[in-house]
């Protein structure tokens, strides 16, 4: 397929095979533990819109699906980082099986807000997915329960993630080239 995105990847980190198949094997494990459970699957917009529409195919129990969007943004004087709710939950969440789909777990401070929030709002357990983990730069004591690859401390893009709102498309994680982040 031809692309106009390409000659701005430096390197592939995963490639779309490697997605597939690791996307199969995490349907099946959440197929395991929410079988019979009627999990809520909710997508953290909008990196990890591609994630979800891979991984709830990729798990056949009967479920349904979610959205919330939510923004970060660093404080000057903190490194804590503070979180906004752009667009929140149309459904009542109470005594739900939350599967939380997160595109990657950076920082920790995005999931330990919604983990919260969610808990307030009534949830009965929350499980959170991510398709990539990046350790290196964890501030919350945030973990995991399923994760798809880990990834070193880099600015991926790709399959969701995005630089400056684009590279969404591009339907494998890499790295871009140095130039483009001083073209833009
Ligand atoms: P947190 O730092 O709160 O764990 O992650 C917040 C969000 O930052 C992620 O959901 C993702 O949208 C964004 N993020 C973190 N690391 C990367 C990265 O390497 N590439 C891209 N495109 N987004 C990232
Ligand atoms: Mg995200």
Do not use: W
Request: charged share 25%; net charge negative.
């Amino acid at each position: 397929m031809r692309s106009e995105m390409e000659q701005d990847i430096l390197k592939v980190l995963v490639t779309e095979e490697q997605l597939r198949e690791r996307i199969a094997e995490m349907g099946e494990i959440l197929y395991d533990r929410f079988h019979d459970k009627k999990p809520l699957f909710l997508s953290v917009l909008k990196g990890s819109f591609v994630f979800m529409a891979d991984l709830v195919r990729a798990c056949q129990v009967k479920s349904d699906v979610e959205f919330i969007a939510v923004s970060s943004y660093q404080n000057a004087t903190t490194s804590s980082g503070r979180v906004q709710i752009t667009h929140d939950l149309q459904q009542d969440i109470t005594g739900r099986h939350l599967i939380i789909v997160e595109d990657i777990l950076d920082s920790g401070n995005t999931l330990a807000f919604l983990k919260e929030y969610f808990l307030t709002k009534g949830a009965a357990s929350i499980t959170i997915v991510t398709l990539l983990d990046k350790p290196a730069r964890r501030a919350k004591a945030i973990t995991a329960d399923l994760a798809g690859f880990v990834v070193p401390d880099e600015f991926v893009v790709g399959y969701g993630l995005d630089y400056a709102q684009q590279y969404r498309n591009v339907p494998y994680i890499g790295v871009l080239k140095p130039e483009v982040y001083t073209q833009q």
